[in-house]
């Protein structure tokens, strides 16, 4: 019998004698990557239109609220308390849109098994991404509010005088804006977790936020007894409990609790509205749908890691 020949080359292999920064230098590049990704940066001229697109179309309130603050006078605009209320729908639709790229791609791709090796854990990886898109919302909530606080200031006869009497705007839309923030980023992030089809996870959230206003919408609506009776007058088909159905409509309670951390005094009192219940379930509520999307975020994560 011939015996098989073997041959030993030398490759030139040597090992790694640098730092070893371990998982924080992991999760801080995987943050990095996750800004990068939804800024369009690094990528090609059309990955950055649609991020463009939705800074300028979210600025653009602002931009008009500051420029009638600054050329009219004796009329009643609306403020930093109204301006989520209008934004609040380009939000959700940039949310919904570039959520998806941040974690689709990398589950259909499969380098997300790449990821998950030591030192990293699927923990970090969720948390990574989370953040990075938390920041971008966070951008977004607040460079319109900063700009339109800066229109109305230099917009008054005295801006010294505007910035003592309504100072207070300004933590209000800073945590008003960390609420809103913080929904954007959650819900379209745990739906993303659950499909590799970048357009069936922005499908899937938008239907979500609207199946739930358009339930919460149906139990709650205002029959009338007459054409006599005004809406004020009226009653809700579910009656005393429609206060408790509004809380299905998860958007609706975000902008609720807007108008509380501003103490707005005209919040609706209509029949059945949600500013009949105490001002503490409302926020329990949001509190507890939040942590729910984020553990089953987590949670899908673990499983898809296990």
Known sequence: MTESAGELFDLGYRRYDGPREGRIRARKALYTNGVRILLGLGRGSSSKVLPLIFF???????????????????????????????????????????????LCPDRRSGVLGLYLVRPMTSTDYVAARWLAFFSITLLL???????LLVGLTLGADNPLDYLKDNWLDIPRFLGAGLVIAIFATTLPLTVSAFTTRRAYATAFAIGIIFLSSLVSGILTECDDHGPGDSFEQCEPLT???????????????TLH??????DEDDISSSPGHISELNNSIPIGWYALVMLALGFVLWWRYRRIAA
Do not use: C
Not at 141 to 147: K, M
Not at 239 to 253: C, E, H, M, P, S
């Open 141 to 147: 909530v607040y460079s319109g509010q900063i700009l």
């Open 56 to 102: 300028i179309v979210v600025m653009a309130p602002a931009v008009i609220l500051a420029f009638i603050a600054s050329v009219a006078e004796d009329i009643d605009i609306p403020t930093h308390s109204d301006y989520y209320q209008i934004v609040s729908v380009l939000l959700t639709l940039f949310a919904a849109i570039m959520a998806p790229e941040l």
């Open 257 to 262: 609790l807007n108008d509380i951390i501003f």
């Open 239 to 253: 009656r005393d409990y429609a206060k408790w159905f509004r809380l299905i409509n998860i958007t609706g309670v």
